[in-house]
């Protein structure tokens, strides 16, 4: 009798075999994801008024991203999502929001020195502080869940660090395009900051860090210097200030994501987080 005969058929089913490509597993953690996020938040946004209807929407979706994501990984992928480890979160978390914040006080204060960045008054009573904080965490968890979690982890496993890499950073580049003002200069500070987040992630291999920064970065751009974010129209922040000079340090009506110097300072930190995930 023919050995192979006394053995039952062990491969995968089509199915599973279908869900071992790299494509079809970006294209389901994304539309999954993307899916439970955007219904929650829709769900919470129509049951709510008054404060509550300013922040709880993008906390509840954030969450609803995050528990999608972590359903993904458990059935298709067969594993926990170490990516979202509790272990560690508050300590990573709160280095990349002191991190983020930092780094958008340093390029402010640089354009300061310059005679670029004018301050102007400090808006005690302004409001809302908390619920465009909400919104903020929304971004960078969903943002950070699409770029660095599913598509820079999945391509990764396909064609290696440094490709992921590359790919992940021209795709979170080209999700800016639409900004007002968008050019050569914001394009490239966009690919440069995807960068910069992929290598967050890297550093730790978990979501923490890099959804801290990107929080914090547009949180503290937005909402406490009043600076256009991404080429959002500006709103109304904590501090009140003025820039004037030319496009490419200032960065014209995209914000200080435009700017040359902006440039400069995540390239630096990128490096470095790079230097210290080798």
């Known amino acids: ?9 062990a491969r995968p089913s089509r199915l599973r075999r279908l869900l071992e490509w790299t494509l079809v597993r970006i294209v389901l953690a994304l539309f999954s994801t993307a899916l439970a996020g955007g219904i929650v938040a829709q769900l919470v946004s129509d049951h709510t008024s008054g404060s509550l209807h300013h922040g709880w929407p993008s906390l509840c979706g954030g969450v609803a991203a995050l528990a999608m994501y972590t359903l993904y990984v458990r059935l298709i992928e067969n594993r926990r999502a170490s990516e979202l480890a509790i272990r560690g979160s508050l300590i990573e978390l709160g280095l990349g929001l002191a991190g983020g914040a930092a780094l958008v006080a340093l390029v402010v204060a640089a354009l300061a020195l310059l005679g670029v960045y004018r301050f102007e008054a400090i808006n005690a009573g302004v409001q809302g502080l908390g619920a465009a904080f909400s919104q903020m965490v929304f971004v960078g968890v969903f943002e950070e869940l699409l770029m660095r979690a599913i598509i820079l982890r999945l391509i990764e ?104 110097l902006t440039l400069a300072v995540l390239l630096a930190a990128g490096t470095w987080l790079l230097a210290r995930a080798a």
Do not use: K
């Not at 009798?1 to 058929?9: C, R, W």
């Not at 995807?194 to 550093?203: D, E, I, P, Q, S």
């Not at 860090?209 to 990107?214: A, F, K, N, Q, V």
């Not at 129209?233 to 000079?245: C, D, H, M, Q, R």
């Open 1 to 9: 009798m023919h050995q192979a005969a006394a053995f039952p058929d």
């Open 157 to 260: 496993r396909s064609l290696g660090t440094w490709l992921a890499l590359a790919i992940s950073s021209a795709l979170f580049g080209l999700a800016h395009l639409p900004g007002s003002g968008m050019g050569a200069l914001p394009f490239a500070v966009a690919v440069v900051a995807g960068g910069f987040f992929g290598a967050a992630y890297l550093v730790t291999r978990r979501l923490w860090l890099c959804i801290g920064l990107h929080t914090a970065w547009n949180f503290t751009l937005g909402s406490l210097f009043s600076i256009s974010v991404s080429g959002r129209e500006p709103t109304a922040g904590l501090i009140t200030g003025s820039l004037s000079g030319p496009h490419w340090l200032t960065g014209g009506s995209y914000g200080l994501e435009g700017s040359v």
